[in-house]
């Protein structure tokens, strides 16, 4: 089973305007058939383009699809305030049926983290401290009791980012499932390896640990409008087959979740949606 996710807008957008149509975008991908969408988010813009704030993105989502899953790949944990963070997601997850998943990660922009007024060393550390009193506080314990306790029982599912010793420790003491960003099987088989061996340090064992990752797909037939961070899903010469084997071989190494990154200009979005479903979604078995 693979469950394959996209983002309601394209990668890296240039302009505001380029994402003005993530609406008609998630519904389109909810039709289609897809597990998720997903949004990452920067509070200020830089050399890759705007980002939209994730949470309010996810949330008009939300109040425009029925079905579809709602997931954050990802959100800058120690950026924020975990009480906030804790209520906004309990929120979102209460009003969306369930639908909710906080992806988390620490982030790389030293800038970022000058303009909100956050210290960048120790990120890790406090990422830590947060995700503990984060679901603590959608338990119903701790200090304070949350405005508005999440749908999900215990709370939305979590997933860490990162392949450092230190992320991958982080996601085995608090998180529902690993998330990687353009790894291959033979990657993902290293990371599993390395949780073993982590595992055993954290008092947990690994295969409870579900692996999800981001990878980029540039379609058959349509331009990347972008310069790619790594290599594109089925090769730089994709095709339907090459897509679809290693979607396959990276089930096989267990990859449960994937989302995907379509780097095409904003006006050819939906018609790489299309194929996407098409040519891969369809492969894949979601029950």
Known sequence: MLRIGVAPHRLWPARETEIDGVLATARKAEELGFDHVFASGHAVAGDLGVTPDPLVTLSAVAGATERIGLVTSVLVLPL?????????????????????????GTGWDTQEYAAVGVPFAGRGRRADEQLAAVRELWRGEGPARLGVLPRTEGGPAVWVGGQ??????????????????????????????????????????PRSLGLTAGLFLVPPGFAPAVRLPGRPLGGADASAESVREELAALADAGLSSCSLWLPVAADALPDALAWTAAEALSFFSKD
């Open 164 to 205: 450092s010793d230190a992320a991958l420790r982080r996601a085995l003491r608090y998180a529902d499932a690993w998330h990687g960003s353009g790894v291959d099987a033979a990657g993902l088989k290293s990371v599993a390896e390395r949780l073993v061996a982590l595992g055993e340090q954290a008092g947990r064992d």
């Open 80 to 104: 924020y305030n975990p009480v906030v963070l804790a209520h906004q997601t309990a929120t979102l997850d209460r009003l969306s049926g369930g639908r909710f998943t906080l992806g988390v």
